[in-house]
């Protein structure tokens, strides 16, 4: 089972970018898929989770921002990331997760399957 990430780049202040992430291996499709990211020296947080049954919930960070997707028949997620900040600067990481729940999708612990990382640069 793999999880691979790409799409990341350098961009300035304001800019977007659109990073993707396609699994294989197994489908995907009764887990809840989505991304984190880890800035340096800090800990690995939610960017925004995306339910198997539709809907989706973001870190208070990125609200109003990024947006997840998912395409069930191609086993992908993806984030669109608009308006971009120099403190969006991190690497970031789709994962997938069978038991995820309101309860725990915040945390990183509870999923299964992780992609390898993808840095985003936003320069000011």
């Known amino acids: 089972v793999q999880l691979q990430a790409f799409g990341g780049g350098s961009v300035q202040t304001g800019g977007s970018l659109r990073l993707s992430c396609v699994a294989s291996?197994?489908?995907?499709?009764?887990?809840?898929m989505g991304w984190f990211r880890q800035a340096p020296g800090k800990e690995r947080e939610v960017v925004g989770i995306s339910w198997s049954g539709g809907g989706a919930l973001y870190g208070d960070s990125v609200k109003g921002r990024f947006t997840v997707s998912r395409d069930i028949a191609k086993n992908a997620v993806y984030l669109q990331m608009n308006s971009l900040k120099p403190e969006d600067t991190a690497v970031y990481y789709c994962?997938?997760?069978?038991?995820?729940?309101?309860?725990?999708?915040?945390?990183?612990?509870?999923?299964?399957?992780w992609g390898q990382g993808t840095q985003v640069t936003v320069s000011s």
């Open positions: 291996g197994r489908t995907f499709s009764t887990y809840a």
């Open positions: 994962a997938a997760g069978r038991s995820i729940s309101y309860g725990n999708y915040v945390g990183p612990s509870g999923y299964d399957y």
